[in-house]
């Protein structure tokens, strides 16, 4: 079974510039997460989707952060425009459908941001 | 709230040596409680989990944990520690509301040869 797909894995860019990134996650899992974990602390949840809706997204600086799952299978994460504080590993990952918070998350490789 | 806290930074260890990796959290309701790890330029990887049942969690590599309600822990073991063992150890607390992970702040595990 292929894993979560993440591109690029690096990204170096200038503050103010724009950036996105993509996710295709495992086959069949209907929900999708993106985190973003800086440098010395854990993953923090920024968005989650159930499908192609959105189910928590309390967390996203939406002033500069938008996200979308159009189909409901791959997602992108767009940061415009950036600031030095995004420099910062972006993790998605996806869950199957099933028991809820019993089931696992499992994450793709990571983008990681440099903001210069 | 819910939270997760991992009191220490590194764990030292010599190769062979048991090895065990702290985990306390805090939660109303029923904790569903995980532990990843993370090798250099890569994403989480699933080591195991405690949803109900027996506190004695078998998972990948040799890994076990110890879910304690007494004490609010899930402290992750392994009876015998590889240099390959290095990387970083995140506990988390997946919350049965949004359903997002609640993840410590890592500790990062060096196994010496």
């Known amino acids: 079974e292929a894993g979560v797909a993440q591109s690029p894995r690096y990204k170096i860019i200038e503050k103010r510039q724009s950036v996105a990134f993509w996710c295709n996650p495992i086959?069949?899992?209907?929900?999708l997460y993106w985190y973003q974990q800086i440098l010395g602390q854990g993953p923090k949840l920024l968005i989650q989707f159930q499908n192609n809706g959105v189910v928590d997204d309390s967390q996203l600086p939406k002033d500069r952060f938008s996200a979308e799952r159009l189909k409901g299978v791959d997602s992108t994460l767009k940061i415009q425009p950036a600031k030095l504080e995004d420099s910062a590993v972006y993790l998605c990952?996806?869950?199957?459908?099933?028991?809820?918070?019993?089931?696992?998350?499992?994450f793709g490789p990571g983008t990681r941001l440099l903001v210069l | 709230a819910q939270s997760v806290a991992q009191p220490e930074d590194q764990v030292n260890v010599a190769e062979g040596n048991p090895l065990t990796v702290k985990c306390t959290y805090s939660?109303?309701?029923?904790?569903?409680l995980f532990w990843y790890v993370q090798y250099p330029n890569r994403g989480l990887q699933f080591l195991l989990k405690y949803i109900t049942g027996d506190n004695l969690v078998k998972g990948s590599y040799g890994f076990e944990a110890e879910f304690n309600k007494s004490q609010t822990s899930f402290h992750l073991k392994k009876p015998s520690a590889l240099v390959s063992d290095s990387a970083l150890y995140f506990c988390?607390?997946?919350?049965?509301?949004?359903?997002?992970?609640?993840f410590g702040t890592g500790t990062r595990l060096l196994v010496s040869p």
């Open positions: 988390a607390l997946q919350n049965t509301g949004f359903q997002k992970l609640v």
């Open positions: 939660v109303s309701g029923n904790p569903y």
């Open positions: 086959s069949g899992h209907a929900t």
């Open positions: 990952a996806s869950k199957k459908p099933g028991q809820g918070a019993r089931e696992t998350q499992y």
